[in-house]
């Protein structure tokens, strides 16, 4: 079946520095989609990709979806300890059933 | 727009006894719920797919039998978990997109369960 793989799994860093999460995909994806969890909270949708090669920015958080829209890359810069969270992406190859990826914890340090 | 309920919140329980989860869609009618498993620190392991109307469609490895699903209405999938177990202990998160087509999913705030 479809596997989504996320590195890193963890990730801190200085309060102002860049941060990036990766996805991959076994298998081509129709659409791509990006989620943010809080500690203790629910997975908020973020966006969703399905253009071989797009680029979406949401003010500091930059998404790409690859050529072979097999994989994927969230970038935060100069992040904020409002950017704590756990990243998910969660891949559609059909329909509207998502295959989620592991997940990046992001810590923040001020 | 696009607010998910869960009922109960947290829910303790007795090994052998059953547990419902009530997943409502608020605001919008909801095509397609899902039902998520999460364990601490772990991603979101997708349980079952339910439609309205219709049987639920259970990943593999999920036990229909253990797991009942109904999806009474476009507002409305509960989730009993039968016979609990500790090792059902928990994070069971719900979602559900829309019928007009849109294609992101809104997630409910999740229902802790305990077995004990």
């Known amino acids: 079946g479809q596997q989504v793989m996320q590195i890193p799994q963890y990730q801190h860093v200085q309060e102002g520095e860049d941060f990036t999460t990766y996805c991959n995909s076994s298998?081509?994806?129709?659409?791509i989609q990006w989620y943010k969890q809080r500690p203790g909270g629910h997975p908020v949708f973020l966006i969703q990709?399905?253009?071989?090669?797009e680029v979406k920015k949401q003010k500091r958080l930059t998404f790409q979806f690859g050529e072979a829209k097999k994989n994927s890359s969230l970038h935060i810069t100069a992040t904020q300890t409002t950017d704590v969270g756990t990243y998910f992406c969660?891949?559609?190859?059909?329909?509207?059933?998502?295959?989620f990826g592991g997940g990046t914890r992001l810590m923040v340090k001020p | 727009g696009a607010v998910v309920s869960q009922h109960p919140s947290r829910v303790i329980c007795k090994s052998g006894t059953s547990v419902k989860i009530e997943c409502r869609s608020l605001?919008?009618?909801?095509?397609?719920m899902f039902w998520y498993r999460q364990f601490p620190k772990k991603s979101l392991m997708l349980m079952a797919t339910?439609?309205?109307?219709?049987?639920?469609?259970?990943e593999q490895g999920v036990e229909k039998d253990k797991f009942l699903i109904n999806h009474a209405s476009l507002t409305l999938s509960t989730l009993t978990v039968t016979s609990a177990h500790p090792e059902d202990s928990s994070f069971y998160i719900c979602?559900?997109?829309?019928?007009?087509?849109?294609?992101?999913?809104?997630f409910g705030p999740g229902t802790r369960l305990t077995v004990t």
């Open positions: 979602s559900a997109t829309r019928t007009s087509g849109r294609y992101e999913q809104y």
């Open positions: 298998t081509t994806l129709s659409n």
């Open positions: 990709l399905v253009k071989s090669g």
């Open positions: 969660a891949g559609n190859n059909a329909g509207n059933m998502l295959t």
């Open positions: 605001d919008f009618q909801a095509t397609t």
């Open positions: 339910s439609n309205e109307g219709s049987k639920a469609t259970y």
